[in-house]
């Protein structure tokens, strides 16, 4: 196909055909069409010279319907022939050329959209038609009108009769007979020329030129997802068809995205060789040796060859479809598909099914989470993210968890009106609940209740309140978050008393202004978490908690500590950091098992020397107080080190040289 085929050029045609010469031709010399066209149709394919490429491509029009322009033949000739077979035998890509044949997919995917956006090239091809029968029929009456008064005898008539005699002759034309027969060899190519232009007319109006189908080679290659086309770009293609379809099959190639697909699997196994892989396996935060993918374009085939794998890690890969070589990996037990939607065939789902122990699956809609997950009965641990659609996160509706008669911990950040039905099906053997609603309020937790062996519950904000009172129906609690939520009062913390065994209490990022006295109930308790609340006092009666071992009430407001803190023989983290405090009482430095004591970015304006009882301090803050010096009793804190110890320098160098040798010792 030439611009020379089109009587008017100009970039709106000749642009669009030369670029589609360019594409076509590396399409039909790329290594990928052979190994493509091969692996879905089961037979190798012979490809014609590749060299002849365009000059074939040229020739279509030439050849095909509706050619008629003068100097077609000497376009076509000017491209030399090159014999070139491809081999019998496909061989597998290597890297640069599986580039060279992505770049060709992105290159058909603009033309495709380029060219479909209109039909230039097939009006401008049809009125140039109607233009060439209109001069065939023009030439043909002028000739066949004239070519009758070509004759031997010519009557011709010349002044000469003063000195002949005669005016009028009668001449003969030696070449009347030659003019004669070349003028009807002519009318005969006209004939031909004219035939040929009105075949192509019919051709033009007969055919529907504006779409393409791909269907014959859909079935012949068993690529379902090539699309048909239309415009100018189908047009095109039936030119093509005209000379020889192959091109069109091969062309056809670079239109599927199944063909794009397996591309981008090959490019990845190129890239991310195993040795690779190995490289970025390291521990998680539970021990198991980890490989992390984020952003790939696909899952390469090469991860299934580490088979040391226990955790696998996948983050914004779009697609992902687990091959039969899963089944390799078999020390896997943790699985995150983070954004990452994926399909798991039923003969990988019976592999994984008792094998599996931690799943993460984060996405936009938690209805987007694969079915398969839910029926991973070996599964210990289920974290799930994403929202519920507006209408229906009111209620909150979960698939069945009933085939996970393992499941020990599930955790559901989302925004759930209420505590989804389907957690009671495990109920039985749950032992930890986490529920992060982003804000969103929780309104319905009586589901809650029916959780009787769970251990840890966290409610992380949830729009909260008040303590919810389904709470305090689970016997077998031992730690409760209630982070980040709107609770202003904590009466409700004497019903804390039936969970007997309550050893973790975290109530930290509300709006606390003040903690009830009876307090002191929680004998059981162990850590307290007030921290990022409005407290200006703590009741007296905390120091009856005789078991505390922590208490973090940073960033609040107080202003000063009761002396009962010191009755709190086992405390052994206290964090008071950003408050203002002025002063601390005298019995805190009773609590000898303290080991780190946090008083940053207060108003302390001194340190008692009784903070030398502190014999067990390990880590000590005082950076940002009023303090001119330090006491020198600091020494006798024998575990206590200078990279446990932050202070001002200048307070630091402040201290008698043999505690700072102490600190500064191995």
Request: glycine share 6%; aromatic share 8%.
């Amino acid at each position: 196909m030439v611009c020379t085929s089109f009587w008017f050029k100009f970039p709106g045609t000749s642009s669009k055909i030369e670029h589609f010469i360019s594409i076509l031709g590396k399409c039909f010399d790329s290594p990928w069409t052979t190994r493509a066209l091969s692996e879905v149709s089961g037979e190798n394919q012979k490809g014609p010279a590749a060299g002849r490429a365009t000059a074939i491509v040229a020739a279509a029009v030439g050849v095909g319907p509706g050619k008629a322009g003068e100097g077609e033949k000497e376009k076509v000739l000017a491209e030399p022939e090159k014999v070139v077979t491809e081999p019998p035998v496909v061989t597998l890509l290597d890297k640069k050329e599986g580039e060279q044949a992505k770049a060709l997919f992105e290159k058909v995917k603009k033309f495709r959209v380029h060219v479909e956006e209109g039909d230039i090239l097939y009006t401008m091809y049809i009125r140039q038609t109607v233009l060439k029968v209109c001069k065939f029929l023009a030439i043909l009456v002028y000739n066949l009108v004239y070519v009758k008064k070509i004759s031997f005898l010519v009557a011709c008539r010349v002044e000469t009769s003063e000195v002949t005699g005669y005016a009028s002759f009668c001449c003969n034309h030696t070449k009347a007979h030659l003019f004669s027969k070349l003028a009807f060899c002519y009318i005969s190519f006209v004939c031909v020329y004219g035939l040929t232009c009105l075949y192509t007319l019919y051709w033009l109006f007969h055919r529907p030129l504006k779409e393409y189908s791909f269907r014959s080679v859909r079935e012949e290659t068993g690529m379902g997802d090539i699309p048909d086309v239309k415009n100018d770009f189908a047009f095109m293609l039936h030119l093509i068809d005209q000379y020889d379809s192959l091109y069109s099959k091969r062309f056809a190639v670079f239109l599927s995205e199944v063909s794009e697909s397996r591309l981008k699997q090959l490019n990845l196994n190129h890239e991310w060789t195993p040795e690779k892989l190995r490289q970025k396996l390291q521990r998680n935060a539970r021990g198991r040796l980890e490989l992390a993918l984020c952003m790939l374009p696909g899952l390469p085939d090469t991860v299934f060859e580490l088979s040391e794998v226990e955790a696998l890690r996948l983050e914004a890969i779009c697609d992902v479809t687990f091959p039969p070589g899963l089944s390799q990996l078999v020390q896997l037990q943790e699985l995150s598909l983070l954004h990452s939607p994926a399909r798991l065939p039923f003969s990988l789902q019976i592999f994984l099914r008792d094998r599996l122990k931690v799943i993460r699956v984060k996405c936009e809609e938690l209805r987007e989470v694969p079915l398969w997950v839910f029926g991973l009965r070996g599964l210990e641990e289920l974290h799930l993210e994403g929202l519920f659609p507006p209408e229906l996160a009111r209620a909150a509706t979960l698939e069945s968890l009933r085939e996970l008669k393992q499941l020990k911990v599930l955790s559901l950040r989302s925004n759930a009106g209420k505590v989804p039905a389907s957690v009671t099906d495990v109920a039985g053997h749950l032992q930890r609940l986490s529920l992060h609603n982003d804000g969103a309020r929780l309104l319905a937790l009586n589901s809650l209740k029916k959780l009787a062996v769970l251990r840890e519950l966290e409610l992380v904000a949830c729009g909260l309140e008040r303590i919810p009172h389904a709470v305090f129906s689970l016997g077998a609690l031992q730690e409760l978050d209630l982070k980040d939520n709107h609770l202003r009062s904590i009466e409700e913390i004497l019903s804390f008393q039936h969970c007997r065994k309550l050893v973790t209490l975290r109530l930290w990022h509300n709006q606390i202004a003040y903690v009830p006295e009876h307090v002191r109930k929680l004998r059981g308790l162990e850590q307290l978490y007030l921290s990022h609340n409005k407290l200006e006092t703590l009741p007296t009666q905390l120091g009856l908690c005789s078991g505390l071992r922590l208490l973090d009430v940073s960033h609040n407001g107080l202003h000063s500590l009761p002396p009962e803190v010191g009755l709190l023989q086992n405390l052994q983290h206290l964090a008071l950091s950003y408050n203002a405090l002025e002063a601390l009482p005298d019995e805190l430095f009773f609590c000898r098992k303290l080991r780190t004591l946090l008083l940053g970015y207060n108003h302390l304006s001194q340190l008692s020397p009784h903070v030398g009882a502190l014999r067990a301090l390990i880590r000590l803050e005082l950076k940002g107080n009023r303090l001119e010096v330090l006491p020198e009793e600091l020494g006798n804190c024998g575990g206590l080190k200078k990279a446990g110890f932050q202070v001002e320098d200048t307070l630091y160098e402040g201290l008698p040289a043999e505690v700072r040798e102490k600190m500064e010792e191995e």
